[in-house]
Structures are given as C-alpha cells and as structure tokens.
C-alpha cells in the first residue's frame, strides 16, 4: 500500500505557510521579525509552531520518536485532519463503527464526505469481516474507537489488525480511554509495524487536562509531517503548552482510584433490579440499561447528578452513561440510586 498516493493531490502538492519561527529558530537575540509587541508578559511571543518541547516529553512518555507524534486542539483536530489529507469533499468515504463518539460523523459531514457506519455487534464486539465488507473504491479511512465511547468496552485486538492489514486505507484508532485499560492494550507500539495506523489519545482524560485542549496523533512519520503541514501554524498555544509541560507527570494515583471506583460503581449498579444491565468497562465511564432512561436521568438531575442520556443512539437503547466521579461523588450517587424506586 503506497500511503502516499492515498493523500490527495492537493494536500500533497501544497506549499505550507512558513513562520518567523521557521525561517530563524535560534533562541538567542533581538526579535524583530513576527510584529510582535515586544513587551514580555509571558505570552507576547508566538508559540513554537512545531511543539518540541511538549512532543519531546511526549516522545519520552510514549517510547515513541518525536517526528512520530502530531499535537493539536484536542483529539477534534486530529480527527478533522484526516478527512481534510485523505477525501476529496463529495467524492471519498468513511466509515465508523456505531455506535461511537460522535465526532467522526460531525468531522465526515463538514467536510462532505459519506460516512458509513457499521454497527457493532449485540455486546458492541467489533466484526472485522462486516467493516471489510463495506469497504468501497472510495473508502479512504476507517474510525475505531477502543475502549469505545459510549459502550465502555475495548474492541478485539485481532479484529483491529485484520482490519489495519486488509483495508487498504488508512485505520484511526482513537484511544481516548486507553490509560483506564489494562496494560498491554494500545495499539501505539505498533505505528512502526502498521503504515496505515494512526492512533489518537488525548490529555482530556486520564490525564486530567480536558480545560487546555490538547488531543495527540501517533503515526508514521510521512502521515505526522502531513498532518503538520495542513495544521494551522499555531495550533498550540503558549499557555496550553505551559500548562502540559507542567502536568505531564504520574498519573498513576488518580488512575488507579478511577479504576476501582469503576469497579465499585459497576458492582453497586448490579445490585439495582431497576439496572438491567452493566456493559463492562475498560474506560472511566459505565453504560448501563434501565427500563425507564429518562425518569431516571430526570430523576438524578433533580437530585444535583447529571449523566448522559444515550438512549435515543442506535443500539444504546435504555442507555444512560454515567463517568466515574471522584470516590465521595460515586457515594453520593449510589445514595441516590437507593433511594430511587
Ligand atoms: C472517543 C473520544 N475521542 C476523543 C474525545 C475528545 O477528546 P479531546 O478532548 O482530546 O478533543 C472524546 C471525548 O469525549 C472521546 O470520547
């Protein structure tokens, strides 16, 4: 598969815009060259538009080279940056497992192309074979999301790769939830093996940092430098920058109260005789059926809890989706659910 020739001509015939910071990028002097006020306040100066700080705590992080690494305004970026490299608007297709964050649909239809979703099966397992099969000569990218949003669960590795080595397109595996799995369970080791993989994560998550908007791509360097050509120069900024360097450390205690708070919470659920059903979880979020979804969602909110309602998506019916709140928030609602009858 030459991923080149999937990029459309366009996108791979253009001529990026170049910064100040791109035609001097030493750091020593008097700058006179991006009409910037010159009075330093922290933020009067322009972001580095090509993050190396962040991507090189990011690369450390991760065990993943820099140039493999593409930041962004959250996952959202990333996301609207594969349909603008990859589909001709009103020409190529998409397609997406369902249900699944909204996003990719949001992203397919702004950008005109068709997205076509292939729904998961009855316990929302992923089916190689039925995403193959709905692959057509337009196909140009397909979206799995793992551990998936709303469902919770992750989706089968092998399933994943027979759809990474059979598509002959490019796979994004969004794994926004991936820090709440276990170990073992991201497909970021294998950018190296797959041409075709690009995988999303996010500091919105188990990373505590959804206010600063910072979502990340890992991918083959030829799809990462493409992805920094298209970006809007600074797509970065200073202050988010900051923010991430600061932040970036252990998140090894919050997580690991997340994770049994999850546990707890789904055992409680199952107590419920109103829940009939707990879907398991690898992420920081349980859906759960219910008879009647909205008495108790109207029910929680007069009460001071907001979930989500999911009951009107395809497949979630009945569905609320409620995250995993800190350990006296998940009583709070527990105390609540008992009272509800
Ligand atoms: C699967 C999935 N991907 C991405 C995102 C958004 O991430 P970000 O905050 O990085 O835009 C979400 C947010 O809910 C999500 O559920």
Known sequence: MKIESLIRENIRNLAPYSTARDEYSGNLGIYLD??????DSGINRYPDPHQ??????????KGVS??????????DEAIDLMFRIFCTPSVDEAISIAPTYGMYKVAAAINDVKLVEVALDEDFALSAAKILEAVTAQT????????????GNL???SDIERVLREFHGIVVLDEAYIDFAAQGSSFLSKI??????????TLSKAWGMAGIRLGLAFASELIISTMNRVKYPYNINVLTNRVALENLYSIDSQLTVIVSERERLRQEFSKFDFI??????????????????????DRLIDRGVIVRDRSRI????GCLRVTVGTPEENSKLLEILGDYQ
């Open 140 to 151: 140009k990218l397909v979206f799995l999301c793992s551990p998936n949003n709303p469902s």
């Open 276 to 297: 009939k059903t707990v879907f398991p979880s690898d992420a920081n979020f349980l859906l759960i059926k219910v008879e009647e979804p909205r008495k108790l969602y």
């Open 66 to 75: 820099p140039s493999m690494i593409f930041t962004g305004n959250g996952s």
């Open 52 to 61: 190396r700080s962040l991507k090189e705590r990011l690369a450390q992080i």
């Open 34 to 39: 991006a009409n910037e006020n010159p009075f």
């Open 155 to 157: 989706l089968s590795g």
């Open 314 to 317: 395809a497949g979630c019916e």
């Open 192 to 201: 190296v093996d797959y041409e075709n993989l690009v995988v999303l994560q």
